[in-house]
């Protein structure tokens, strides 16, 4: 290739997309190659990510969309995963799961967000650094990064995937609140808005690491007040258009303790990763230890930054550059054992369980801060083109050495204990977070069965039937009795005995209950809160809004 056709391809012509694009597919499809669907060696997180994704293909098929439970979880008695874990960005790839089925679509769905990734993060990084070669080079580096990558497959943390994806549009929209076209403000409300139904732990985590980043950048907003007026008017957008979300969220955790509640997975307990691991996490990539399971940034992300030495130019991009390097070596601290996260105030981040999610953020800043320090170092069209395949050959060999990696740990640390449905991870729900505090625990269940349980002993049950989540079963009454259901307690269920409404309670084991006090038919199902209902309504309508108030504003050329 001549050094001309580079230009075209690299610099600000209208060929440097086009490149980047193939060039992203090309990988993605090379990875994928690689290392095969996911299923063929799946994450820990799989089975339950794709069966929450089931659940949903489910609803759609059966007409229960968007009020639904997965009815089909923990031996039938109910998952109300959709409230905790959104489902909204997974509606179009349900779609095609209709057709293909789950599995399938899922894989479609994994792809898709690598591609989307790239897009965004290549986008981001061109529209705040004005260099096609630095978003080039940061896109592929954060796409086919290797915590993304154990993310996928080893991981299977498909929120936090999610997460990636979405991600570099909150910093998009940031430079547009800082210092670009505040006028543009909903590009960060969609930003948080696509990460918030992503994953809330991350999107609480980029809230803290935007309030760092505009805490550093505080003099353009003391100088033009409209930008933080601006800011307000994108967080609340971000609440409204959320709302969906969030209001039967807090609607549950209003009504209801959870397992995830007093479980032992909070900070400070998962901190302890000693100075080996974290070299480890920093050098991985190309080679790991034998009998640890290493989650880090990879080789690659932290051999660019050490570029910095070599720039000596002085810049307010290179300010900017310098500053998200600086917060992703804190966040790197903050991952190791040395930080102090049994410690208040850092006690109310117990939440997050794992500090290793702070390598998201490392992942982002280390790959732009490594894009910017390369475009300033080697300047000459060819040396870009050097380095271009340089990284483009080291990504490919990452992509052998971590899938054989991600091979050796599906092997020797998850098929055994998390392949099949099974009392010890909750049959596919893993720790079972979202489970009621009160059910005992799965072993529990799997004891008791299928079965309604009069609490006086004296009712009777006669043709208990399960269709699509709704049991429906004859019960002879002697006298008023509470009858125990085989299903776990959220708000929204509804009971009819003799087509007569009942009231709902929870039973001591977490189980929903219900008073007979005659005999007869007894139908039970899930059907939603009104605040499911409206606060969709709501979210729709806020959405129309919003694209109407876009378009008005395109059309004036804002």
Not at 204 to 219: N, P, Q, S
Request: contains cysteine; hydrophobic residues 45%.
């Amino acid at each position: 290739m001549q050094t001309k056709g580079w230009k075209h391809i690299m610099g600000n012509g209208r060929y440097s997309s086009g490149f980047y694009f193939a060039v992203l597919v090309v990988l993605a499809a090379l990875s994928y190659m690689i290392y095969g669907p996911v299923a063929a060696h799946p994450g820990w997180d799989y089975y339950f990510h794709l069966t929450r994704f089931d659940a949903l293909v489910t609803a759609l098929t059966e007409g229960t969309f968007p009020l639904y439970i997965d009815h089909s979880a923990a031996l039938g008695y109910g998952y109300l995963s959709r409230v905790f874990y959104s489902d909204m960005l997974m509606v179009p790839f349900a779609l095609i799961g209709m057709v293909t089925g789950a599995p399938v679509a899922f894989e479609i769905m994994v792809f898709t967000m690598t591609i989307l990734c790239g897009i965004i993060m290549y986008g981001a990084v061109k529209t705040i650094y004005k260099n096609p070669y630095i978003a080039f080079v940061s896109g592929l580096l954060y796409t086919f990064s290797v915590y993304r990558l154990f993310d996928v497959y080893s991981r299977a943390a498909f929120g936090e995937v999610l997460a990636f994806t979405f991600l570099p549009l909150v910093f998009w929209g940031l430079y547009h609140i800082i210092k670009g076209d505040c006028r543009k403000w909903y590009i960060i409300a969609f930003g948080f808005t696509l990460t918030i139904f992503s994953h809330v732990i991350s999107s609480v985590l980029t809230f803290f690491t935007v309030i760092i980043l505009l805490a550093v950048y505080y003099k353009p907003l003391a100088k033009e007040p409209k930008r933080i007026l601006f800011l307000v008017v994108a967080a609340l957008t971000t609440i409204a258009i959320t709302s969906s979300y969030t209001l039967p969220l807090a609607e549950q955790l209003a009504s209801n303790d959870f397992r995830y509640q007093y479980n032992d997975w909070s900070l400070p307990s998962r901190t302890k990763l000693s100075p080996e691991y974290m070299l480890w996490a920093l050098l991985c990539g190309f080679a790991y230890p034998k009998d640890i399971i290493i989650v880090g940034i990879g080789i690659l992300s932290t051999a660019v930054v050490f570029l910095r030495i070599f720039v000596r130019e002085k810049s307010e991009a290179l300010r900017s550059v310098d500053t998200g390097l600086i917060v992703g070596v804190i966040f790197l601290v903050a991952v190791s054992s040395i930080f102090p996260w049994g410690r208040f105030p850092f006690t109310l981040f117990s939440f997050i369980q794992y500090p290793s999610r702070l390598f998201l953020f490392v992942t982002l800043f280390f790959s732009v801060a490594g894009a910017y320090y390369l475009s300033k170092i080697f300047l000459k069209e060819k040396q870009q083109l050097i380095t271009a395949i340089i990284l483009i050959a080291c990504l490919i060999a990452t992509f052998f050495c971590h899938n054989d990696y991600c091979r050796a740990v599906y092997t020797g640390h998850i098929k055994e204990t998390n392949e099949k449905p099974l009392p010890g991870n909750f049959f596919y729900l893993n720790g079972a977070e979202y489970v009621p505090a009160r059910v005992p625990s799965a072993y529990y269940i799997s004891e008791r069965r299928d079965s309604i349980k009069p609490l006086k002993g004296e009712t009777e049950i006669y043709s208990p039937q399960r269709d699509k989540g709704a049991l429906a079963f004859e019960a002879k009454v002697q006298q008023p009795d509470s009858l125990e259901l085989p299903l776990f307690y959220y708000k929204g269920y509804m009971a009819f005995a003799n087509r007569k409404p009942v009231a709902i309670s929870q039973s001591k084991n977490g189980l929903v209950q219900i008073p007979v006090e005659e005999s007869g038919e007894v139908d039970v199902y899930y059907s939603g809160t009104p605040i499911q209902e409206l606060s969709l309504l709501f979210n729709f309508v806020c959405l129309i809004i919003l694209c109407i108030y876009i378009y008005r504003q395109k059309r004036r050329g804002c």
